[in-house]
């Protein structure tokens, strides 16, 4: 075994949680417990801030900016392929992540307030399912969500 996996082993018995090379984060049990890792990408980190995002009352939808997101977009709809982490740009760390939202907040819901609530449920999802801090979260909200705006695109027009 050579000296960086010892290092890296003595200091997981000791916090929990070490990150190895790249962004995976490795978990191992502490003292007494049964060997062995845990890798967590960082597109898990991804879909559990998606998610938690989602859950806050006045969050409508999570958008993609950029052209390249808007082509994987539609590719995903095409594909049935998940959208959990649509909107969502993590940075990994050994013990702490920042997290980037892109949302569309329903309108006559509070920003602030939606703000506030979504870097709560988000930072505490994260902490609680992969033991990350949220030194960071990020929220840009790119649109607004008024209510009947989609019953606009599914009436047929009027005949006179």
């Known amino acids: 075994m050579s000296q960086e996996r010892m290092t890296v082993e003595s200091a997981s018995t000791e916090k929990g949680l070490v990150a190895t090379r790249g962004s995976d984060m490795v978990a191992q049990g502490g003292p007494g417990s049964i060997g062995g890792t845990t890798k967590i990408a960082d597109s898990v980190v991804s879909r559990i801030a998606g998610l938690a995002a989602r859950e806050v009352p006045g969050v409508h939808d999570m958008t993609s900016t950029g052209i390249g997101s808007a ?80 019953d606009k695109e599914q009436q047929p027009p009027a005949v006179r």
């Open 71 to 150: 082509f994987g977009n539609i590719a995903g709809r095409v594909t049935g392929q998940d959208q959990a982490d649509k909107g969502v740009a993590v940075q990994v760390g050994e013990m702490e992540c920042i997290v980037d939202l892109n949302i569309v907040v329903d309108y006559e819901a509070s920003i602030p307030q939606v703000a506030t609530a979504l870097r709560r449920n988000v930072a505490g999802r994260l902490k609680a399912m992969t033991g990350l801090e949220a030194k960071e979260i990020n929220i840009n909200v790119a649109d607004l969500f008024f209510l009947g705006q989609g």
